[in-house]
Nanobody, 117 residues
Framework: QVQLVESGGGLVQPGGSLRLSCVVSGSIFNRAIMGWYRQAPGNQRQLVASITIGDRTNYADSVKGRFVISRDNAKNTLYLQMNSLEPEDTAVYYC???????????WGQGTQVTVSS
């Protein structure tokens, strides 16, 4: 059974940093494109960043230069280092695994990130 479990969210002041983690159980991590999405109240869920099996990364324009996505295939763990956080980054952040063979999407339960003074 595949499970994605996020951690690392919380309350941070503008300009601060947070590191999100997503541990993936089940045997798909090394066969999945991994990504972080976020959803703010009243908005649709949007891609923040993604990383392929070969470590090719893609970022939303709004986070380029501030966020870094990475993966540790030995630990089945996905990370999102978030720096220079802004109030507009406030959202629930979701971990996503897209299985490369059938493009099925697996989701975590989400972790809240709040940027506020």
């Amino acid at each position: 059974q595949v499970q994605l479990v996020e951690s690392g969210g919380g309350l941070v002041q503008p300009g601060g940093s947070l590191r999100l983690s997503c541990v993936v159980s089940g045997s798909i991590f090394n066969r999945a494109i991994m990504g972080w999405y976020r959803q703010a109240p009243g908005n649709q869920r949007q891609l923040v960043a993604s990383i392929t099996i070969g470590d090719r990364t893609n970022y939303a324009d709004s986070v380029k230069g501030r966020f870094v996505i990475s993966r540790d295939n030995a630990k089945n763990t996905l990370y999102l280092q978030m720096n220079s956080l802004e109030p507009e980054d406030t959202a629930v952040y979701y971990c996503n695994a897209k299985y490369i063979y059938n493009e099925y999407d697996y989701w975590g339960q989400g972790t809240q990130v709040t940027v506020s003074s």
